[in-house]
């Protein structure tokens, strides 16, 4: 009997990323994505790389009687949990959306699985729950701080809630996986990241200025107290992170309770290392100026990437190099994404 596993978000950056390699892996996959901020095209192109297409869903995790339809429909056995907002500033702007999509959402999905008996499950936390850690690299046993940002809480909230979720019934097992910074695209270059409008992050908007869309990047500040002065952090290539999920669906299947990983790399990079690394990797220039801190920044966040290493078996195997080349590679054969041209709707 296949093994089905549903995809919350699986139609966005790393959701696509991990619906590939799991349908890769021989899992069957059902997304469940309402295309807020992703286009199904993804998962068509998912179907060009493997020659496989996962059962895909529009909906909401805020729906329940269609999270009840499609538990009773199918049986899966484990849910990897993307769904959900992500723009640090619009959270600011529009709390209510991110505390119902991240929190709500995620509290409407662990109830229509504990209905069903489905336990296991696979959440996409963030170094953010870290705040500003004062010991680096970071491991799991470093304390988390409230972040600064709806976005950050939202995502701290979900954690907390799912520990207590465990602590309440032994059937659940979980885990929380802290990304550090994903970036890169599918070396195919058919799937990738496709930011609305202006990227915030830094890698897309470094190529969105190396093919020529946006004029020069802004540097967020170079007088951190870091070796030249610009921010540093641990950028993870997202076919790495996509692989870290299997790693921890299949440790889950064995272990219960709630377990946490970082999900990075170990070594951090700073703005200007980025900057000059893509420079390298695309031969294109990246023109920037240095600009004022941006409001809530911290000055370095990177992973002790060793629990994962040790308990999952999974290390990163792209290095900086790869990412800036699977970047531009996305980049330059998509300019505009998933759409066709610069006005075609995602
Ligand atoms: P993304 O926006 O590309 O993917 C999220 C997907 O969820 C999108 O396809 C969107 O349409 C869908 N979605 C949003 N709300 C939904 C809802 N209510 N119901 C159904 N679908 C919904 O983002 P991503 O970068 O792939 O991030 C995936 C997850 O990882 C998110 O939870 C994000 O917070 C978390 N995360 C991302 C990063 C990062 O830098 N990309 C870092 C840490 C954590
Ligand atoms: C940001 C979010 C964080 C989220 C993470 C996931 C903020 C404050 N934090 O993290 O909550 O989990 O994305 O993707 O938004 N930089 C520039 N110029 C730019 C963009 C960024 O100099 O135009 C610098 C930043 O100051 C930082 C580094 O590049 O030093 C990385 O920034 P970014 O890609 O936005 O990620 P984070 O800030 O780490």
Not at 123 to 151: C, D, H, K, L
């Amino acid at each position: 009997m296949k093994n089905t596993i549903l995809v919350t978000g699986g139609a966005g950056y790393i959701g696509s990323h991990t619906t590939l390699a799991l349908l890769e892996a021989g899992f069957e996959v059902i997304v469940l994505d309402n295309l807020c901020n992703s286009s199904v095209d993804s998962l068509n192109r998912v179907q060009k790389i493997c020659n496989k297409l996962p059962i895909f869903i529009e909906g909401d995790i805020r729906d329940r009687i269609l999270l009840n339809n499609i538990f009773t429909t199918y049986k899966i056995s484990a849910v990897l949990h993307f769904a959900g907002l992500k723009a640090v500033g619009d959270s600011v702007n529009n709390p209510l959306e991110y505390y119902e999509n991240n929190v709500a959402g995620s509290v409407n999905l662990c109830s229509a699985m504990a209905q069903a008996n489905v336990f296991n499950l696979v959440f996409s936390s963030s170094a953010t729950v870290y705040g500003e850690s004062t010991q680096m690299p970071i491991n799991e046993r470093a304390p988390t701080a409230t972040p600064t940002n709806p976005y950050g809480r939202s995502k701290l909230m979900v954690e907390e809630l799912l520990k207590d979720l465990s602590y309440s019934d032994a059937r659940w097992s979980i885990a929380l996986l802290r990304y550090f910074n994903p970036v890169g695209a599918h070396q195919s270059g058919l799937i990738g990241e496709d930011p609305n409008g202006t990227p915030n992050n830094l890698v897309p908007y470094i190529s969105q200025v190396a093919i020529g869309k946006l004029k020069k990047l802004s540097v967020y500040g170079d007088d951190y107290p870091t070796p030249d002065g610009t921010g540093i952090r641990d950028y993870i290539h997202v076919v790495d992170l996509a692989d870290g999920h299997l790693k921890a669906l299949q440790a889950i299947s064995k272990t219960g309770g709630v377990n946490i990983w970082n999900l990075g790399t170990g070594i951090g990079y700073s703005v200007l290392e980025m900057i000059r690394a893509f420079e390298m990797a695309s031969q294109k220039s990246v023109p920037f100026q240095i600009v004022n801190r941006r409001q809530g920044d911290i000055a370095e966040c990177w992973a002790d990437p060793m629990k994962a290493q040790q308990e999952l078996g999974w290390k990163t195997e792209r290095k900086l190099n790869d990412m800036m080349v699977d970047t531009w590679r996305w980049q330059s054969l998509n300019p505009y994404g998933y759409k066709t041209s610069s006005n075609s709707v995602k």
